[in-house]
């Protein structure tokens, strides 16, 4: 069934947004004081963005739940999204992720309040490497999404294929294994559309929204993505 823009747009724009709300939700109840979940650890905030991607593939089933740029480029390099609805599903994440960012904020207003630390307000929103080195951060992100894009390829055609709770699961291992350099955004869209809500949010207190790093996140999944599409479309082509 052919999807009109608005419909694509609408579909990932609350799928995203769910997945970003409840991930960003899961590291604020880890990082800001006064959390019933305070210092959970990051095997929390591995299973907190897993069940955030598990909520998100629901709502947004109707578009397929690429819920990601990464997914989107991916499936249009290996042929199986039109690259005519490509603006459209991008367009949508993006403007979940803000959304989903903001949601977020606001149920945690109180702790952004309590806390003192700028590093972990923006750690809330959005990604950042335990060693900076702009090149290796890079190669890991493009290594996270390969498997993230990849194993959905094996699965099918749209994330959806495969089941929510099969690619919460993937996501939890990615985390789990390869995400500790970076945090692993393996989305842009999930890194960039919270960090632009932070630099917009009047939150107290709060450091700068560390740009220069941003392009890693950014560009590091959709090199992931694209990758992992031509290495689909030959393997499983």
Same mark, same amino acid.
Not at 32 to 56: C, E, M, S, T, Y
Not at 62 to 82: D, R
Not at 85 to 111: E, F, M, N, R, S
Not at 120 to 126: G, Y
């Given at each position: !069934?052919?999807?009109?823009?608005?419909?694509?747009?609408?579909?990932? !724009?609350?799928?995203?947004? !769910?997945?970003?709300?409840?991930?960003?939700?899961?590291?604020?109840?880890?990082?800001?004081?006064?959390?019933?979940?305070?210092?959970?650890?990051?095997?929390? +905030?591995? =299973?907190?963005?897993?069940?955030?991607?598990?909520?998100?593939?629901?709502?947004? @089933?109707? &578009?397929?739940?690429? +819920?990601?740029?990464?997914?989107? =480029?991916?499936?249009?390099?290996?042929?199986?999204?039109?690259?005519?609805?490509?603006?459209?599903?991008?367009?949508?994440?993006? @403007?979940?992720?803000?959304?989903?960012?903001?949601? @977020?904020?606001?149920?945690? $207003?109180?702790?952004?309040?309590?806390?003192?630390?700028?590093? $972990?307000?923006?750690?809330?929103?959005?990604?950042?490497?335990?060693?900076?080195?702009?090149?290796?951060?890079?190669?890991?992100?493009? +290594?996270?999404?390969?498997?993230?894009? =990849?194993?959905?390829?094996?699965?099918? %055609?749209?994330?959806?294929?495969?089941? %929510?709770?099969?690619?919460?699961?993937?996501?939890?291992?990615?985390?789990? &294994?390869?995400?500790? *350099?970076?945090?692993?955004?393996?989305?842009?869209?999930?890194?960039?559309? %919270?960090?632009?809500?932070?630099?917009?949010? %009047? +939150? $107290?207190?709060?450091?700068? &929204?560390?740009?220069?790093?941003?392009?890693? *996140?950014?560009?590091?999944?959709?090199?992931?993505?694209?990758?992992?599409?031509?290495?689909?479309?030959? =393997?499983?082509?």
């Amino acid at each position: !069934m052919d999807l009109s823009f608005g419909e694509i747009f609408l579909s990932e !724009m609350l799928g995203t947004g !769910m997945l970003v709300l409840l991930g960003c939700g899961v590291v604020a109840n880890v990082v800001l004081p006064r959390n019933k979940g305070f210092d959970g650890g990051w095997l929390l +905030i591995n =299973f907190g963005w897993g069940i955030g991607v598990f909520a998100g593939v629901y709502v947004a @089933a109707e &578009s397929g739940a690429h +819920i990601n740029p990464a997914v989107t =480029f991916g499936l249009a390099v290996e042929g199986t999204t039109s690259w005519s609805d490509v603006p459209a599903y991008v367009t949508g994440q993006l @403007a979940g992720a803000i959304l989903g960012a903001v949601v @977020a904020y606001l149920a945690y $207003k109180q702790h952004f309040d309590a806390g003192d630390e700028p590093g $972990k307000k923006l750690a809330v929103f959005s990604t950042g490497p335990e060693i900076r080195n702009y090149g290796w951060n890079f190669v890991t992100e493009v +290594i996270g999404t390969f498997v993230l894009v =990849f194993v959905v390829l094996s699965f099918g %055609p749209h994330p959806i294929d495969i089941g %929510p709770v099969a690619v919460a699961l993937l996501v939890v291992g990615i985390g789990a &294994s390869l995400g500790g *350099p970076t945090g692993y955004a393996i989305n842009p869209a999930r890194d960039l559309g %919270p960090r632009i809500a932070h630099a917009l949010l %009047p +939150i $107290k207190d709060k450091g700068p &929204s560390d740009w220069s790093y941003a392009w890693v *996140p950014t560009a590091g999944p959709i090199v992931g993505g694209v990758l992992a599409g031509l290495a689909g479309g030959a =393997f499983y082509g």
